[in-house]
């Protein structure tokens, strides 16, 4: 008798019909907020668990004895499906522009932009009685040229797009010339010679990959070339018996031939890094001083802006681009140009950059200051010296998105490696810092795990969220709950 009570189809039996569960009281309401139909499929999810659960373990859950129990498993069920994707999460990586984690942080003048915009109607394309507006970016045309002393500026979705539209407007079905010095590949596909043949454009290789001459350009300019194109070889560097022919002499070439000069900068500067320790990177204003009519360059690698594409330079190539039908799909949306505008006017007084942008507060951060966190957050990660060996490392930050890859910060890491008796791995350490409430992002090496705190945005928040994990490791947590296997 107690074996037909324990047996498996009993327990099948004593699950609750759907009908029965969408009657109660609590899940009404529920079906009222949130909808019936998607309730209705977290209720069949859970039935479907407690059918595993019986098969497997000859057990009904513990939620599935009790209309309250069952209310409280399908509220957690929904709070777990309403978590978004794109929660913050805490870059200790040593990388500050993580193109994984979405690259450049915003100013708050930025933020504010962009919140006014998505709440409000905007003048994007609108006639406020100041003479007709030509398009949405007319703008930023004008701070564009405050700063750059730009003619016009031509604003798309980033950098890869910018390219491909300087291309396509400019060059398609002619030759452009690049050294092979510079046929660049950028991560994710992009490629100098592939891009050329998306924008329609017959590519032509000159010199060698470490020394180009004028020479070389010259011989290769025939009654087909439109264009001369620079790249900046912003993610690698080629040292040594090198030679490249810099823009202000092929500005002369390209006008005494009648043909463009145009140059796709990657990171794209728009005031000296050397006071944040950064070395030289070409500034577009420098370029179009030199002569070069088409500058691209990024909105959020060293700008410290929104992902955007900026091409600036001579108003009648820029007129091209703007007519050009590919400029209506890869324009960009309000948001966009509400954050940039705000961005580029930080760049009106230089001096305040490491005050507001946080690419900039960042990377001029002094290294005292550093040990100071380091030492804050030593006292309180003692929860985990029971499995762990604590402690701070002189480490390198790099810059990121490929610029300037041949810096590295000085920084200070708080780094982690297991004892010998450990039960927990390194890995699985790593795992429980991504399940924080503010997941922490760090760097596996060495077996260690490095947390490099010139990441660090909010101290108070790192110093609550090393507490709370802390403590999930002292109670056993994260091998009781098998989050980590
Ligand atoms: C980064 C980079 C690109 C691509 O820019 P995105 O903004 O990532 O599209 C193109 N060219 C160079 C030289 C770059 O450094």
Redesign the pocket.
């Known amino acids: 008798m107690t074996q037909a009570i324990n047996s498996t189809q009993a327990l099948y039996r004593c699950l609750p019909a759907m009908d029965s569960l969408l009657l109660i009281p609590q899940v009404i309401g529920l079906t009222e907020q949130q909808g019936k139909a998607w309730i209705k499929s977290l209720l069949a999810q859970m039935l479907n668990d407690a059918r595993h659960n019986i098969a497997k373990h000859q057990s009904m859950p513990s939620w599935c004895q009790q209309p309250n129990d069952i209310v409280t498993e399908l509220k957690k069920r929904i709070a777990l499906q309403q978590r978004q994707s794109m929660n913050p999460v805490i870059n200790l990586t040593g990388t500050i522009l993580h ?1 994984n984690l979405g690259r450049s942080q915003m100013c708050e003048a930025a933020i504010d932009a962009v919140i006014s915009v998505m709440r409000h109607p905007v003048p994007l394309e609108f006639d406020m009685g100041q003479g007709k507006r030509g398009h949405r970016d007319t703008a930023i045309s004008a701070l564009i040229h405050e700063l750059t002393g730009a003619e016009s500026c031509c604003i798309v ?7 491909l539209l300087m291309l396509a407007a400019t060059a398609a079905g002619k030759e452009v010339i690049v050294s092979r010095g510079e046929l ?1 590949e ?1 991560g ?1 596909a ?1 490629r ?1 010679p592939d891009i050329m043949v998306q924008a329609g454009c017959k590519l032509v290789e000159v010199g060698c990959t470490n020394r180009t001459h004028l020479k070389d350009y010259v011989a290769a300019i025939t009654e087909n070339t439109a264009a001369i194109m620079k ?5 690698y560097h080629i040292s040594g018996f090198t030679k490249v022919t810099e823009e202000a002499e092929l500005a002369a070439l390209c006008k005494e031939k009648g043909i463009a000069l145009i140059s ?4 794209g500067a728009l005031t000296d890094l050397s006071r944040f320790g950064l070395s030289k990177e070409p500034m577009p204003q420098q370029m179009l001083a030199d002569g070069v009519n088409l500058v ?1 360059f ?4 060293l700008l410290g802006g929104p ?3 900026l091409v600036v330079g001579d108003a009648a190539l820029i007129a091209k681009l703007q007519s050009h039908p590919l400029k209506r799909a890869l324009r960009c949306d309000k948001m966009t140009l509400a954050a940039l505008e705000a961005t580029l006017m930080q760049y009106r007084n230089p001096a305040t950059l490491d005050v507001h942008l946080p690419i900039f507060k960042k990377l001029s951060r002094p290294l005292v200051e550093l040990a100071g966190l380091a030492q804050l957050l030593m006292s309180v990660c003692h929860d985990f010296s029971a499995l762990f060996e604590v402690s701070v490392q002189a480490s390198q930050t790099q810059v990121g ?3 300037q890859p041949d810096v590295l910060l000085d920084s200070l890491s708080l780094c982690f490696s297991p004892k010998p008796e450990s039960p927990l791995s390194l890995l699985q350490l790593d795992n429980l810092f991504k399940t924080a409430s503010m997941p922490i992002i760090g760097r596996l090496a060495n077996n260690r795990l490095w947390l490099d705190l010139r990441g660090c945005d909010n101290e108070a928040q790192l110093e609550q969220v090393l507490l709370q994990l802390g403590h999930k490791l002292a109670n056993g947590e994260p091998l009781e709950t098998g989050v980590l296997r």
Not at 264 to 267: A, H, I, P, R
Not at 298 to 301: A, C, I, R
Request: charged letters at 10%; zero cysteines; a negative charge.
């Open positions: 193109t979705n980033n950098n890869a797009a910018a390219v660049v950028i994710g992009f100098i790249v900046h070889t912003s993610n796709d900068l990657g990171s691209s990024s909105g959020d690698k992902q955007a594409g998105s490929g610029s």
